[in-house]
């Protein structure tokens, strides 16, 4: 059984609503999977688990989403290592944003690896300006990306 996290980083509920549809596909009899809001997280999440699936969105300048500021802030001053760690990011952004496209995402992947955490799979970025639906590409790209952390921690055990 695999046990995966769905870390939800939101404003208006989208990241949320894609977390719920791949919550729905990807759990079945070989996956366990939990979704939580980043609201009042901190750096000790990551002690529960093994494989965590970062699903967030983008607001000003480039930021996280305010409930994701307080767990992002915790990893950064807390500095957990995170070697045992295994990710993935779903980021949700909007092109319209210029170099800013995706950077709460981003700045995650980057923080988590910095940390030593291992990212399996490419980002799975979702512009809100193509006017593609966030949950159907979210789902479509999270089961190529269980398929690929099976073989990965079969590798590794
Ligand atoms: C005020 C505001 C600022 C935003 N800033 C960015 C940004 O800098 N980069 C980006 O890629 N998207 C940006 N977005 C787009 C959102 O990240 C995108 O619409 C996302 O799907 C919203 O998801 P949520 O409902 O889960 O918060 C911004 C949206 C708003 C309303």
């Known amino acids: 059984m695999l046990d995966l996290t769905i870390l939800v980083g939101t404003m208006t509920g989208t990241a949320q609503l894609v977390a719920q549809e791949v919550e729905l596909t990807l759990d079945d009899d070989q996956t366990r ?18 494989l965590f699936l970062i699903c967030t969105s983008t607001y000003g300048q480039g930021d996280v989403p305010d409930n994701a500021k307080g767990l992002f802030a915790s990893l950064c001053s807390e500095r957990p290592d995170l070697r045992d760690i295994r990710y993935g990011v779903i980021a949700l952004g909007d092109r319209t944003y210029g170099d800013t496209f995706c950077a709460g995402g981003r700045r995650f992947d ?37 398929a690929q952390c099976r073989q990965a921690l079969k590798r590794a055990a």
């Open 33 to 50: 999977v939990r979704t939580q809001l980043m609201d009042g997280l901190d750096a000790s999440v990551f002690k529960g688990g093994r």
């Open 110 to 146: 980057a923080l988590l690896t910095e940390l030593g955490a291992q990212r399996i799979g490419e980002l799975m970025l979702h512009d809100a300006s193509a006017g593609t639906m966030p949950e159907e590409l979210a789902c479509e790209w999270a089961s190529g990306w269980i």
